[in-house]
Nanobody, 125 residues
Framework: QVQLVESGGGLVQAGGSLRLSCAAS????????MGWFRQAPGKEREFVAA????????YYADSVKGRFTISRDNAKNTLYLQMNSLKPEDTAVYYC??????????????????WGQGTQVTVSS
């Protein structure tokens, strides 16, 4: 099992930046594909970005491509999401998630077995 704790959310003006972190417990962090998802009020939780176990492959939703960067530091058991050029429509609770599927990095909710509690990101116009 792995436990996940997000941090780094907050209130930022449109055009600003935030960096989210997700600290993972356990010694098997590099056995998981990792992803970021977000959920806005009244909407379904949606995929944002994912990274392979090694960090060598990354995947993004079209809505964040070119603005967000996902990365991981396996030595520190930490996942990151650098968010630049933020827009009001990026406002949501952001969740990190871990999946045992490492041959194929998942880009949808189903294959992710472990989830953090979420961190709020609010972008003002």
């Amino acid at each position: 099992q792995v436990q996940l704790v997000e941090s780094g959310g907050g209130l930022v003006q449109a055009g600003g930046s935030l960096r989210l972190s997700c600290a993972a417990s356990g010694r098997t962090f590099n056995s998981y594909s990792m992803g970021w998802f977000r959920q806005a009020p009244g909407k379904e939780r949606e995929f944002v970005a994912a990274v392979s176990w090694s960090g060598g492959s990354t995947y993004y939703a079209d809505s964040v491509k070119g603005r967000f960067t996902i990365s991981r530091d396996n030595a520190k058991n930490t996942l990151y999401l650098q968010m630049n050029s933020l827009k009001p429509e990026d406002t949501a609770v952001y969740y990190c998630a871990a999946s045992k599927s490492v041959v194929v990095v998942p880009t949808r909710r189903g294959p992710y077995e472990y989830w953090g509690q979420g961190t709020q990101v609010t972008v003002s116009s």
